[in-house]
């Protein structure tokens, strides 16, 4: 099952970046919780359900930012859980200042499911995280 989840997981990072927000939906659970990044500005935010998500990824894109690239580096499979680490680019769309950093995802998964997900701009962090030695 935990390959299946890595192999979940791409297939949202890939959606993401066509910009498919509809194919990302089909991947999560409707009790789904985007958890605002640890260490960003984002930090204590919730969205929870399908609806709150989508209409957070999609703020992101219309308000705040031009361009957003998340390459994931590496998939690493904890069994119910998937940490991304990846590479980050972030244009501001009124400013046209750009971010780049080493940051992380944490994917809970069940049932084929993305069930939550917790953003982490320091790696080590997200491996804290998910009970993997750093």
């Known amino acids: 099952m935990s390959?299946?989840?890595?192999?979940?997981?791409?297939?949202?990072?890939e959606a993401f970046q066509s910009g498919d927000l509809d194919r990302v939906t089909q991947l999560v659970s409707p009790d789904i919780e985007l958890r605002g990044t640890?260490?960003?500005?984002?930090?204590?935010?919730?969205a929870r359900g399908v609806a709150a998500v989508r209409e957070m990824f999609e703020?992101?894109?219309?308000?705040?930012?031009?361009?957003?690239?998340?390459?994931?580096?590496?998939?690493?499979?904890?069994?119910?859980?998937v940490v991304?680490?990846?590479?980050?680019?972030?244009?501001?769309?009124?400013?046209?200042?750009?971010?780049?950093?080493?940051?992380?995802?944490l994917f809970?998964?069940?049932d084929g499911k993305?069930?939550?997900?917790?953003?982490f701009m320091d790696q080590e962090q997200a491996l804290e995280a998910a009970?993997?030695?750093n």
């Open 131 to 133: 009970g993997l030695p």
């Open 114 to 119: 993305v069930t939550g997900i917790q953003g």
């Open 38 to 46: 640890s260490g960003g500005l984002s930090e204590g935010s919730v």
């Open 3 to 13: 390959q299946e989840n890595v192999e979940i997981v791409g297939r949202i990072y």
């Open 84 to 105: 991304v680490l990846q590479h980050e680019f972030r244009r501001g769309r009124s400013s046209g200042v750009e971010v780049e950093s080493e940051t992380a995802v």
């Open 59 to 81: 703020g992101w894109d219309e308000e705040v930012w031009e361009e957003i690239r998340l390459s994931p580096q590496e998939f690493i499979d904890t069994g119910d859980q």
């Open 108 to 110: 809970e998964l069940r």
